[in-house]
């Protein structure tokens, strides 16, 4: 139940600019998007999230559209060590009313050399 | 210092069995998640704990048993394994549960395989 649309698979040159698209065109007024990413073998590792502006850190750039629909995660200068699986988060409810994150079938970027 | 770690991080056993998955964090979270990845990579919860309090069981079977003896703690304890079961179980943890900066910490994942 993922509310979330990814592209499952993109490449990027090492050093390049990643861009990794995201739509969440049913996202609510007060719900935040968050990226995480999973490199092969290890647990998910939080980037970063943001509700509607646009975010930076020392990990990546986080590019929100201004109806919130769609959302974009930018690597700026990707290297090797930045190929894993990429997910994209909208904040959601269980059954009983507690919040949780639901993770979709991300996207599979993969760095080359 | 691993912030969230599980053991064991591989787990063989015969169908049939009871196995437990052990987890610890050292961030003073007060929150702590059992997530279960299947083979097709799909991550889902299973479990959410906060100061020792279950506040998430995502319609699990009842085999599984989540277990916070402290905040710090929660283990997964499964009866009568079967095949289905075999997947990566990783624990995560969090400062609390609604705040805008609910940031999860994962551990490394246990590999379990039901034979």
């Known amino acids: 139940d993922a509310k979330t649309t990814q592209p499952p698979s993109m490449d990027c040159a090492e050093g390049r600019a990643a861009n990794l698209p995201c739509n969440h065109s049913t996202i609510s007024g007060n719900e935040y998007v968050y990226w995480y990413r999973q490199i092969h073998s290890q647990g998910p590792q939080y980037i970063i999230h943001?509700?509607?502006n646009n975010e930076t850190n020392e990990m990546a750039s986080l590019i929100i559209t201004e109806d919130r629909k769609s959302s974009t995660l930018i690597l700026p200068h990707a290297t090797l060590r930045d190929t894993a699986v990429y997910y994209c988060?909208?904040?959601?409810?269980?059954?009983?009313?507690?919040?949780?994150?639901?993770f979709g079938k991300g996207t599979k970027l993969t760095v080359n050399p | 210092d691993t912030a969230v770690s599980q053991t064991p991080k591989y787990l063989v056993t015969q169908m049939g069995n009871d196995k437990s998955i052990k987890c610890e964090q050292n961030?003073?979270?007060?929150?702590m998640y059992w997530y279960k990845q299947d083979s097709k990579k799909f991550l889902k919860i299973m479990f959410s704990?906060?100061?020792?309090?279950?506040?998430i069981n995502e319609t699990v079977p009842n085999r599984f048993s989540p277990k916070s003896p402290d905040k710090a703690h929660l283990n997964l304890h499964i009866n009568s394994l079967e095949l289905g079961d075999s997947a990566v179980y990783f624990c995560?943890?969090?400062?609390?549960?609604?705040?805008?900066?609910?940031?999860?910490?994962f551990g490394s994942g246990t590999q379990l395989s039901v034979l």
């Open positions: 995560a943890s969090s400062q609390g549960v609604r705040g805008p900066n609910e940031k999860l910490f």
């Open positions: 943001g509700l509607k």
């Open positions: 988060i909208v904040r959601g409810r269980t059954q009983g009313g507690s919040e949780k994150l639901v």
């Open positions: 961030l003073g979270h007060d929150t």
């Open positions: 704990y906060n100061n020792k309090e279950l506040i």
